[in-house]
């Protein structure tokens, strides 16, 4: 599965909006890293809530994201 781009419009822990988008997002691995509260925790919370909605709810998430799996977008 490949993240073609994510939109965070609100995420707890995140001061501003901000968006992944296919031109950052290339073939490969990525590797997220930083200094301790840069919000590397919130990235993965708000792919987590993308995956399974249950595990996103009461906790304030305004996320879109679109993924490719197989041929197919979702």
């Known amino acids: ?3 073609l781009e994510l939109q965070v419009r609100r995420l707890p822990g995140i001061d501003r ?3 992944l988008r296919p031109e ?4 490969g691995v990525h590797v997220v ?3 301790n509260g840069i919000g590397k ?3 993965l919370r708000a792919l987590r809530a993308l995956w ?3 595990a996103g709810e ?3 998430l305004e996320l ?3 993924f490719e799996h197989g041929g197919h977008a979702w």
């Open 33 to 35: 890293y930083g200094p």
């Open 24 to 27: 950052l997002l290339g073939d």
């Open 64 to 66: 879109t994201a679109c």
């Open 52 to 54: 399974w909605p249950a």
């Open 41 to 43: 925790s919130s990235l």
């Open 17 to 19: 909006p901000f968006s």
């Open 1 to 3: 599965m490949k993240l």
């Open 58 to 60: 009461g906790q304030g």
